[in-house]
């Protein structure tokens, strides 16, 4: 029983990349999520030195946070769709919690870099060459194009935008020194951007990471701003139809990433089933050799190798036509692969038996990690009428 | 939101059994649950000073433990309705599902005590019954850490194979057993039990089949327990392994002696009936609860300016959830009652042992009078630890327990995923059981047997 890569896979030079993030992932990602997972304050698992930061640091040495930076800027230019899937394939496979961590922690200074201004590109190129992470970015969820209000508003003082509001939840909020908050511009109407907030100004206040059940190793909290006056040229796509396409873009690539990570959960969660049935005798049979146990497998593998095969497409037609993804097209990716995941990894569980829901295999942090997605990350069914009324 | 009891039998004393068992649910166990499953560390869920054993003093001073025990113990089965136990456990169920099962299974031993042909050890039932403290505790000690779902096949033909021989032995010396092994991690109040029902292995050769029936008091010499289990849901509920080295077991508390009776045969195909269908109670009532926290949240909750309750998504998501959870909730009640009325059914004359006979057919009244009904049983002992035999109408009877533990757990993780989807981030907030919901559904699938090997298993009798 095996699953074979049904894609071509890319280059050489690509490929060894691939196997670096592979490596990491299983080496270090999945280790750092569980000892992350188990600890119980969640402020602790973010203390300096712990197995967080070596995550964060460890990717930006094998130079993945400069994927899809320009090469003036001193990123590695655009990326190609079949490496930014597997990475992402492969770190979700890891952990989604960090997988999604490592995304926030870049997004920000990605999006900075679309800006013609000297201020944020002179704060991209130090990301770039910010190997100690001293330079970490945060995001709340990118929302349906068109759908939901900005609770974060600014109004213009001589130039320089000044922000109020709050985001009840943002990845990494409270380890970060950057967010990217999308807000309201008083007075411009139809008005709104992209506000590049630097979390160290005295008005900012973050709320404590909260407790949750799943993706506990994604740092979470509410940020809150309150007469914060950004450096010049950090609103950002404050065009209406700048700001349009900076949404889209945003929301996009959060439905294509989130559809790697989670495929690569689903993965995960059948090789480890796959494992353990291998091993566990019952009726004096490795398990495997059940019928009803290979049965499980089989659709098992059938639904995930949809989830997959339709998250390339997504990320390949980004790639090709860039400004023209539909959010019907990307959510019915995006919620297919957290369907699929929510599903393999239940069965999954099944396979394992009460093994299955204790700390010492990976699937109930699995399941747990799953479902809380389908909540933070918003529910299927909301985000597909949202999807149906962006069009 | 109201729901109509379809039940015809209900009547007003029932009613009032039902509304005490629901405020001491809501008010005792629903909060005691939540606390319970946010300790970090499940060695705490059964501390001193814990709520849990306020929940079980409390149950037992309200003796609502009694609906289990006959009436000739101190208990009040046989003297109430048939549908007394199963709206107790609804209730519990309701309240907390983890909780429940702790409650439910905590009566086993004491139940099969009057099964014994030994004075002393019937009066354990009496004991129980009047225990308002809740210093007694019962479980299940049939699965091993090598030996799980061989347990469920056990009920089965398939369950002769010898390399599905129980890990956990009682090899017979002069008048005691000596017993060796371990039972497993999942021993639903393993650690704190102070009586078991222990499935022993007697005759390797045999497989599952080769195996007897102990009760057994865990303060034996030789008797040592694990860690509590640290797992995804129930947490509520204390889970963990017990050790048995070179105990002396003396024979009286062997309560069947030859090997065969778990097997394919009416004492097998019962055995998970029994079980299962309080499993499918308590879990259809924890769907409902489910459901009624998210018909709630609907009325009150906008979103985007708009009740959610308004928006045809969301009602037609809750009305084919109701549509489950009743159907899952009228089955499991059926199920059980119908167990239960069996228990007051005449008993017929019995041949086995006269010095036994009053034990036995007490026994036979409390449990297994499902038998009796059909006229088939006229040596217990002897149908019950011999070999296969043919399919009879007593037979029928196990496999809809069946049913009802596959039907409604299988709604609980269902009702709960969809109402995990409903509340959203709201699901996460500290007081919301919601998130907790899912978790104990998770794991209720996998209780008691995992449902498709129970499904396979039982299909043999169908
Ligand atoms: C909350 C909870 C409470 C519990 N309470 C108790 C208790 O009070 N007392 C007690 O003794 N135990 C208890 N258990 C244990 C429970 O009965 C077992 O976990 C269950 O029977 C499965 O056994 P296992 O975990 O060893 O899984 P395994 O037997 O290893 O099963 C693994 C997988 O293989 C499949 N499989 C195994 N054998 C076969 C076969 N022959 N044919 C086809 N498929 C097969 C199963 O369906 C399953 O999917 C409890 C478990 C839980 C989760």
Known sequence: MKLVEMDILPGRETGAVLKEVKKFSKAMVRPAGVEMDSIARPGEALAEGSALWEVLKTFRKLDLHLMGIPEELGGMGGEDWMTSVVVAESLGHGDPGLALALYACCAPFAAAALSSEPGPRKLVKTFCKDYDCTLVGCMPPAGVPRAGKPTVFAKMDRGRAVINGSVPRAANAPIATHALVEVEIAGRNPGAGYALVPLGDPGVTSKPAVEKSGQRPLPQGGLAFDNVKLPKGFLLASTAAGHARMKRALFLREQKLLAAVFSGVAMAAFEEAQKYAAARIQGGVPIIEHDNIRLQFFHMAKDLEAARAAARRLAQHLEDKPDNGSALNATGVRCLAMETAARVVSEAMQIFGGYGLTKEFPLEKMFRDVRSAMVEQGDPDALALAAMAAG | ?462
């Not at chain 2, 005691?32 to 060695?43: N, V, W």
């Not at chain 2, 004991?127 to 049939?142: E, N, P, Q, R, V």
């Not at chain 2, 928006?311 to 909730?329: C, G, N, Y």
């Open chain 2, 1 to 462: 939101m109201g729901y109509l009891d379809l039940d015809t039998k209900m009547d007003r004393k029932l009613e009032r059994l039902q509304q005490q068992a629901r405020e001491f649910g809501l008010q005792v166990v629903r909060p005691a649950g939540i606390a319970l499953d946010k300790l970090h560390d499940p060695a705490d869920v059964i501390a001193e000073g814990s709520l849990l054993w306020d929940v079980f003093r409390q149950f037992r001073e309200a003796g609502l433990h009694k609906t289990m025990i006959p009436k000739a113990y101190g208990g009040t089965m046989g003297s109430v309705s048939p549908l007394a136990a199963p709206l107790v456990n609804e209730q519990m169920g309701y309240a907390d599902g983890g909780l429940a099962v702790s409650l439910l299974v905590s009566v086993m031993p004491f139940a099969f005590a009057i099964l014994s042909p030994h004075r002393e050890i019937r009066r354990w039932a009496a004991d129980y019954a009047h225990d308002t403290s809740g210093k007694l505790i019962g479980c299940w000690a049939i699965t091993e850490p090598d030996h799980g779902t061989d347990w469920v096949m056990g009920t089965c033909s398939e369950g002769c194979h010898p390399s599905m021989a129980p890990g956990l032995t009682a090899v017979k010396k002069g008048d005691e057993y000596i017993v060796n092994g371990a039972k497993s991690a999942w021993v639903s109040n393993g650690t704190i039990a102070t009586h078991a029902v222990l499935h022993v292995g007697l005759d390797p050769s045999k497989g599952i089949h080769g195996s007897g029936l102990a009760l057994c008091p865990l303060d034996l010499p030789g008797i040592t327990r694990g860690a509590p289990l640290n797992k995804i849901g129930q947490r509520a509920l204390n889970q963990g392994e017990i050790f048995f080295t070179d105990v002396k077991l003396p024979k009286k508390y062997m309560l069947l002696p030859s090997p065969g009776f778990f097997g394919k045969n009416v004492f097998g195909h019962t055995f998970l009936g029994v079980a299962n269908s309080s499993m499918g109670v308590t879990f259809a009532s924890q769907a409902q609860a489910t459901l009624d926290l998210a018909l709630d949240y609907a009325g009150n909750t906008r979103r985007n300016g708009k009740l959610l309750a308004d928006k045809k998504d969301v009602r037609l998501r809750l009305f084919r959830m109701f549509a489950k959870v009743e159907a899952a909730r009228l089955l499991a009640r059926k199920v059980s009652a119908h167990f239960f009325s069996l228990s007051s059914s005449p008993v017929s004359p019995i041949t086995a042992s006269k010095a036994s006979f009053w034990a036995i057919s007490k026994a036979l009244q409390a449990y297994f009078a499902v038998y009796e009904k059909s006229g088939t049983v006229r040596n217990w002992s002897r149908k019950y630890t011999e070999g296969p035999e043919e399919p009879t109408p007593l037979m029928e009877w196990g496999k809809y327990g069946v049913v009802s533990k596959i039907t409604a757990t299988e709604t609980a993780l269902h009702v709960a995923e969809e109402a995990m989807k409903l509340f959203g981030e709201d699901a996460l907030s500290p007081d919301c059981p919601i998130e907790k919901m899912l978790r104990d559904a998770r794991a209720s699938t996998v209780e008691d047997g995992v449902n498709d090997a129970l499904a396979i298993a039982t299909s043999e009798s169908l």
